[in-house]
Nanobody
């Protein structure tokens, strides 16, 4: 069973930065898209950013210009660089991947933005 292993969450002040990373527990997988979703308390899970095999990226309007998604294709590690963080970015962030036409999710990592 493949697992997505996340790291990098934490507490940061408004205006600060964090970087999340996520990698599958197995190598040699056929992965088309990787990315990040988030879920704030009382809200539905929402897309943050994704990156396809050809490098095409997609961002939620709320994070454009502040967040950057990237991918190491050799290790299938996906990163989310988050700059200019605001309190409204507080949420549990989930790594997502489509592996052999099946959706996989990470366990989630908490990102809290507060002074």
């Amino acid at each position: 069973q493949v697992q997505l292993v996340e790291s990098g969450g934490g507490l940061v002040q408004p205006g600060g930065s964090l970087r999340l990373s996520c990698a599958p527990s197995k190598s040699g997988l056929s992965i088309y898209v990787m990315g990040w979703f988030r879920q704030a308390p009382g809200k539905q899970r929402e897309l943050v950013a994704t990156i396809n095999n050809d490098g095409t990226t997609n961002y939620a309007d709320s994070v454009k210009g502040r967040f950057t998604v990237s991918r190491d294709y050799a290790t299938n590690t996906v990163y989310l660089q988050m700059n200019s963080l605001q309190p409204e970015d507080t949420a549990v962030y989930y790594c997502y991947s489509n592996i052999a036409f099946r959706a996989y999710w990470g366990q989630g990592t908490q990102v809290s933005v507060s002074s």
